[in-house]
Structure formats: C-alpha cells, structure tokens
Nanobody
Framework: EVQLVESGGGLVQPGGSLRLSCAAS????????MMWFRQAQGKGLEWVST???????YYADSVKGRFTISRDAAQNTLYLQLNSLQTEDTAMYYC????????????????RGQGTQVTVSS
C-alpha cells in the first residue's frame, strides 16, 4: 500500500527557513517522479516543485532560488527545503507520487499525503 506522510511544517517569521519531509512507503522514491504542491486557504492547488526519477528538478517561478527539492533513497524520503520564506508561502504543502489519476494541468499524480501546514507570519 502506498503511503505518503508529510512533516516539518510550522510557524516561521518572514525570511526564515523550514525543511519539509515526506516519508514514503509502498514504493521507492528513487524510482518515481515526485512533486510538491501547496494550497493556500481559499485558493486552488498550486504546483511547487518536481523531482524526476532520474533526479532532474524543476521549480515554480515563485519559489525558484528559494526552495530546494531532494530525496534520500536510504530513508525513502522526499524533502523540500524552504528558505527566505515570505508571507505568500503560507499554505498546506502536499507531496505526491506522479501518476495519472489527478492532474493539475499537465502535472499528474496518483497519491497524495495529508499535508503539512506552513505559516509565515511576523
């Protein structure tokens, strides 16, 4: 059974940092593309970042240069390092395993975790 469990969110001041984790089970993160999405209260789902199975990485323009996606094959965990956080980054962050069940534009996934809340506020 595929499971994704996010953690690491919290309350941080503008300019601060957080590292989000996504512990995966039921499959190997090194073998599949993985994505992070976020959803701010009252807004739609927004794609944040992708790591392909071959390790290639991609970022939304709004987070490029501030966020870094990575993975640890031994821990079977996906990460998202959030630096220089801004109030606009406040959202629930979700990790997903790429698939074909649910799509946001041409970015599709088949499993999603329960999310971890990031709140950026002074």
């Amino acid at each position: 059974e595929v499971q994704l469990v996010e953690s690491g969110g919290g309350l941080v001041q503008p300019g601060g940092s957080l590292r989000l984790s996504c512990a995966a089970s039921g499959f190997a993160v090194r073998s599949y593309g993985m994505m992070w999405f976020r959803q701010a209260q009252g807004k739609g789902l927004e794609w944040v970042s992708t790591m392909n199975g071959d390790g290639g990485t991609y970022y939304a323009d709004s987070v490029k240069g501030r966020f870094t996606i990575s993975r640890d094959a031994a821990q079977n965990t996906l990460y998202l390092q959030l630096n220089s956080l801004q109030t606009e980054d406040t959202a629930m962050y979700y990790c997903t395993k790429t698939g074909s069940r649910y799509c946001l534009g041409d970015r599709c996934y088949d499993y999603r975790g329960q999310g971890t809340q990031v709140t950026v506020s002074s």
